[in-house]
């Protein structure tokens, strides 16, 4: 049980820090500058920072997936527990939304807010599908080729670079989606749009799995 709730934690802290730098970075941001290539900037070098450091630190506590749809994976290669697999995605979600409260407390703003930032459209969702494909790939081959230990750099160095070349900016992820409702500010995005989003996701995760089982997963 207590291997559990470290697990869990984990989950949550990392998540809720990682969501913390992505909406803090954009709130600083946006304060700072009006030109939307800097924020755009500051905000991906932030994200990439806080995610090579908190992957490197809590992956050795939970496996720092910070993701439902990485956990979901994990859960499908490793046959693990379907209750732990729910307690992921619960701590997952629940950290994400809290790193967002938080953020917009530390900038003095209103600590319950709603996003106005609509996403929409399908480059967006192109691109989300995209994102999230690349993403379970990098970290699934990393693990299928036994360099598990590359994964904070990879994913790091991908979501950096992601931002840039990605019309959507690479969410990638269904709980820091639903995390960044809860911020009007650069990285925000409306509750109207995270729908299509999150399916896009799924639909990209599910491309990247098979990707991975048709290129690197051993066949038995």
Excluded at 116 to 130: D, M, N, Q, Y
Excluded at 164 to 186: C, E, H, K, Q
């Amino acid at each position: 049980m207590l291997l559990t709730n470290r697990r869990h934690l984990g989950e949550f802290l990392g998540t809720a820090l990682l969501v913390m730098a992505v909406v803090g970075s954009g709130i600083m941001a946006q304060k700072m500058t009006d030109d939307i290539g800097l924020q755009l900037l500051a905000n991906a070098i932030a994200t990439g920072g806080a995610l090579f450091a908190l992957i490197t630190i809590f992956g050795p506590v939970s496996g720092a997936s910070f993701n439902p749809l990485v956990s979901i994976i994990g859960y499908i290669r490793n046959k693990s527990s379907i209750t732990e697999l729910l307690a992921d995605i619960v701590a997952q979600t629940l950290g994400a939304i809290t790193g967002c409260i938080l953020a917009n407390a530390m900038f003095g703003l209103a600590t319950l807010q709603t996003s106005t930032k609509i996403r929409s459209g399908g480059p967006l969702w192109l691109s989300e599908t995209v994102a999230t494909a690349t993403l379970i790939v990098i970290i699934f081959a990393a693990i299928e080729t036994q360099q598990s230990h590359k994964i904070a750099a990879l994913v790091a160095g991908w979501i950096t670079g992601a931002y840039w070349f990605t019309s959507s900016t690479s969410l990638a992820n269904p709980a820091v989606t639903v995390g960044r409702m809860f911020s009007d500010s650069f990285a925000g995005i409306a509750p109207r749009s995270t729908p299509m989003f999150v399916v896009m996701q799924i639909l990209g995760a599910v491309v990247g799995w098979g990707l991975i089982r048709a290129i690197w997963q051993e066949r038995k």
